[in-house]
Structure formats: structure tokens, C-alpha cells
């Protein structure tokens, strides 16, 4: 069966200050993989995909990158938090193609002070 | 572009009530429909999906049916508990390379005791 990890699960950084997220799956091959923001009592907002090694496509330009190394290792980074980075991080798989579901991980929240 | 409406909550039901979620949805040909469930601090779950029109999906008591003709996704619970407070996301994914889902806002439900 398919699992899916994201590191650390929490995480309290200074504003200024580097960030990087990784999310892995396993149990599947070449999935897409996908980042997600979820700010404080609000929906889903997607920030990245990928549908293969390498491949990045940004949803939403800001101070956000990601990047995919491995076939099934997906990982977000910044150079220089924000405040407004703050928020619960998903990841998420599927398999290839069109309507198919999402998986997600479990989160990591995420606090710039 | 794809659109996913769902009724703005807290829906707040105590527990054994019947419990709707409206979710209405704008898409181009013929999606599949989901719909998940996510529990404080946690990541989404698939709750139950459904792929083409008039199909049923079901799980955990919860059930939605895919209607063409009136765009619409709405989830159902006969009997609700405690345990299934939690915010419910629809969605949809349609024809899309990158498997890309279009959310709806979530819907929040407290159930009470």
C-alpha cells in the first residue's frame, strides 16, 4: 500500500530565516506530487506540482520553491520567511492523468514569529 | 474554469441529527467528485468519491450521489456523532494533465453531544 510522509510535523522559524519542508511516498511510482497552504480556518491553496523528476510548476508566485529530486521526494523551500508564511503545509499524490483523487499527508504547521 | 461551491458553516447538529452538506459544482464535460474530511491538525482523508453521473459513493455512513442534471455533490449522514466533527471538503477533478483538483471552501460541523 501507498503511504505518504511529510517532515517535521511542526516547525517555529524566525521571520528572515531559511525553510525547507520534505514530503516522500512510498509504495508508488512516478506519482504528481503536490504542495499545499492552508492558512488559519481557510480552504486549500495550491502551490506547487510536479508530475515528474524536476518538473515544477508554481501556482502562486511568492517567496516559495519547491523542488522534486527523486521520483518520490518532494520538497518546499524559502530562502527568507515571511510572517504570512505561517500555516498548515500538505502534500499530496496521485496517480497520473485526470480524474483521479489526491492523497495527503499528515501536515506540517508551520509558525514565522 | 472548474468551481466548487459548498455551504459556509459552522454547521453545528447534536448528535444523531441528519446531517447535508449542498455542494454545487461548474465544470466542462464530466468530472469526478469527491468528497474529504479533515480532523483538527490532521490532513485530508478521501471520504467517498464518485466518477460518473447518478454513481453513489459511500463510506463510514456518509453518502453522495453524482448529480449531472443538477450539478450537484451533496454529502448525507443519517445519524451523526461526536466523533465526525471535523471540516468537509468537496472537489472535483476533470481532464487535466497534472490531475488537479478544484476545491470547494470546506464546511466546518460540530456536533454536540
Known amino acids: 500500500s501507498q503511504t505518504i510522509h511529510q517532515w517535521p510535523a511542526t516547525l517555529v522559524q524566525p521571520v528572515g530565516s531559511p525553510l525547507s519542508l520534505e514530503c516522500t511516498v512510498e509504495?508508488?511510482?512516478?506519482?504528481?506530487l503536490y504542495w499545499y497552504r492552508q492558512a488559519a480556518g481557510r480552504g486549500l491553496q495550491l502551490l506547487f506540482y510536479?508530475?515528474?523528476?524536476?518538473?515544477i510548476s508554481s501556482e502562486v508566485p511568492q517567496n516559495l520553491s519547491a523542488s522534486r529530486p527523486q521520483d518520490r521526494q518532494f520538497i518546499l523551500s524559502s530562502k527568507k520567511l515571511l510572517l504570512s508564511d505561517s500555516g498548515f503545509y500538505l502534500c499530496?499524490?496521485?496517480?497520473?492523468?485526470?480524474?483521479?483523487?489526491?492523497?495527503f499527508g499528515p501536515g506540517t504547521r508551520l509558525t514565522v514569529l | 474554469g472548474n468551481s466548487v461551491t459548498q455551504m459556509e458553516g459552522p454547521v453545528t447538529l447534536s448528535e444523531e441529527a441528519f446531517l447535508t452538506i449542498n455542494c454545487t459544482y461548474t465544470?466542462?464535460?464530466?468530472?469526478?467528485l469527491f468528497w474529504y474530511v479533515q480532523y483538527p491538525g490532521e490532513g485530508l482523508q478521501l471520504l467517498l468519491k464518485?466518477?460518473?453521473?447518478?454513481d453513489k459513493g459511500s463510506n463510514k455512513g456518509f453518502e453522495a450521489t453524482y448529480r449531472k442534471e443538477t450539478t450537484s455533490f451533496h454529502l448525507e449522514k443519517g445519524s451523526v456523532q461526536v466523533s465526525d466533527s471535523a471540516v468537509y471538503f468537496c472537489?472535483?477533478?476533470?481532464?487535466?494533465?497534472?490531475?488537479?483538483?478544484?476545491f470547494g471552501g470546506g464546511t466546518r460541523l460540530m456536533v454536540k453531544p
Open positions: 499530496a499524490w496521485s496517480v497520473g492523468g485526470g480524474y483521479n483523487e489526491q492523497f
Open positions: 509504495g508508488t511510482s512516478n506519482p504528481n
Open positions: 510536479s508530475v515528474g523528476i524536476g518538473q
Open positions: 465544470a466542462t464535460g464530466y468530472p469526478s
Open positions: 464518485a466518477t460518473k453521473a447518478d
Open positions: 472537489a472535483l477533478s476533470d481532464n487535466n494533465a497534472g490531475n488537479m483538483l478544484t
